[in-house]
Nanobody, 123 residues
Framework: QVQLVESGGGLVQAGGSLRLSCAASGRTFTSYAMGWFRQAPGKERDFVATISWSGGSTYYADSVKGRFTISRDNAKNTLYLQMNSLKPEDTAVYYC????????????????WGQGTQVTVSS
């Protein structure tokens, strides 16, 4: 089992940047592919980005491609999401998640979830 704790959310103006972190504890971090998802009020949880266990492969939702960057530091057991050129439509609670094996974009493929961190982008 792995425990995940997100941090780094907050309020930012449109065009600004934020960096989210997700600290993992428990079982070996490198056993898991990782992902970021987000959920706006009244909407389903959407895929944002995912990364393989080694960090060598990444995949992004079209809505964030070119603006967001997912990365991981396996020595620190930490996952990151660098968010640039933020837009009001990026406002949501952001969750990190872990799954054994191959990285993926579907929420039901992930076994472990953090509690989420709020990102609010003002216009």
């Amino acid at each position: 089992q792995v425990q995940l704790v997100e941090s780094g959310g907050g309020l930012v103006q449109a065009g600004g940047s934020l960096r989210l972190s997700c600290a993992a504890s428990g079982r070996t971090f490198t056993s898991y592919a990782m992902g970021w998802f987000r959920q706006a009020p009244g909407k389903e949880r959407d895929f944002v980005a995912t990364i393989s266990w080694s960090g060598g492969s990444t995949y992004y939702a079209d809505s964030v491609k070119g603006r967001f960057t997912i990365s991981r530091d396996n020595a620190k057991n930490t996952l990151y999401l660098q968010m640039n050129s933020l837009k009001p439509e990026d406002t949501a609670v952001y969750y990190c998640a872990a799954r054994p094996g191959r990285y993926g974009s579907r929420p039901w493929e992930y076994d472990y979830w953090g509690q989420g961190t709020q990102v609010t982008v003002s216009s």
